[in-house]
């Protein structure tokens, strides 16, 4: 009867240890669901991937998302910006390629970060010194609230929108 009870106990440790590891690698299954966004840019086609996060009635911007740090720009494992074509961003050029897209969130102004090592957990393992192009841009009030994060491709801008903040890259 003791074997069985250990036993019984065992198995339903292994079941539930199982079921967690398991919920991670779906991605659907997270609490920050993942998402991918295509659509064209300057004659390019773009694909960004991320997990959307939610407001869930908590403040945002200078405290969940702090001011003037490195921020992944969403949750879980690292943003990714995909171009098939060079882009001009801020007046610089973005090679063709894949990166991981990182932003510093500011008051007054905001820098994407387009890091060459794309396949990365959050920005714990961030190195500046992989950056391929930073770009400085002004956020702006948004006229829609947005509960979770979303980012959206337009032909001659792409947006990322959370909360009542529209951050605009063109």
């Known amino acids: 009867m003791k074997k069985l009870f250990y036993l019984i106990l065992l198995l339903l440790t292994i079941s539930s240890w199982s079921s967690f590891v398991l919920g991670q690698s779906d991605k659907s299954a997270r609490p920050s669901p993942f998402v991918e966004v295509k659509g064209n840019f300057e004659e390019a086609d773009l694909a960004?991937?991320?997990?959307?996060?939610?407001?869930?009635?908590?403040?945002?911007?200078?405290?969940?998302?702090?001011?003037?740090?490195?921020?992944?720009t969403g949750a879980n494992e690292a943003t990714t910006f995909e171009t098939d074509k060079e882009l001009n961003l801020g007046g610089e050029q973005l090679p063709a390629g894949k990166y991981a897209l990182f932003t510093i969130p500011g008051e007054s102004e905001w820098t994407w970060i387009f890091n060459q090592v794309w396949d990365q957990w959050g920005a714990f393992k961030y190195d500046p010194?992989?950056?391929?192009?930073?770009?400085?841009?002004?956020?702006?009030?948004?006229?829609?609230?947005?509960?979770?994060?979303?980012?959206?491709?337009?032909?001659?801008?792409?947006?990322?929108?959370?909360?009542?903040?529209?951050?605009?890259?063109?």
């Open 48 to 72: 960004i991937e991320y997990s959307s996060p939610a407001v869930k009635g908590r403040s945002i911007w200078g405290d969940l998302v702090p001011y003037d740090k490195v921020w992944r």
């Open 129 to 170: 010194s992989k950056d391929v192009l930073r770009v400085t841009v002004a956020p702006e009030s948004s006229p829609v609230f947005y509960e979770h994060l979303t980012f959206v491709i337009e032909e001659n801008a792409v947006s990322l929108n959370w909360e009542n903040l529209k951050v605009s890259l063109n």
